[in-house]
């Protein structure tokens, strides 16, 4: 499986990004997608994630209420619409998947495929 993860750039505070990321290969493997970021100096931290079959969503508690993680009809592409962004939110964004949805899907290391990432960066 091959993740492309597109949609990043420079926003303002209290603006909005979305971020696609695309699978392709063996898709039909995959069950569940997710974004992760990592800033400068800190760990990679979960996002959010979504089950590409039942359309259950997880998000950290930092971005609740602001972030909305989606997917296509195909389960092929994820999406994170990322609203009222904050200064915190700079960091490179990485789109995840996996094909088994008995870990948990908070943790970098449940995810077997990952996308190259890309730079979201928050100014004020």
């Known amino acids: 499986v091959q993740l492309q993860a597109s949609g990043g750039g420079l926003v303002q505070a209290g603006g909005s990004l979305r971020l696609s990321c695309t699978a392709s290969?063996?898709?039909?493997?995959?069950?569940?997608m997710g974004w992760f970021r990592q800033a400068p100096g800190k760990e990679r931290e979960f996002v959010s994630a979504i089950s590409l079959r039942g359309d259950r969503t997880y998000y950290a508690d930092s971005v609740k209420g602001r972030f909305t993680i989606s997917r296509d009809s195909a389960w092929s592409t994820v999406y994170l619409q990322m609203n009222s962004l904050k200064l915190e939110d700079t960091a490179v964004y990485y789109c995840a998947a996996d094909g088994d949805l008995s870990d948990s899907p908070y943790s970098a290391a449940k995810y077997d495929y990952w996308g190259q990432g890309t730079q979201v960066t928050v100014s004020s």
């Open positions: 290969g063996r898709t039909f493997s995959v069950y569940i």
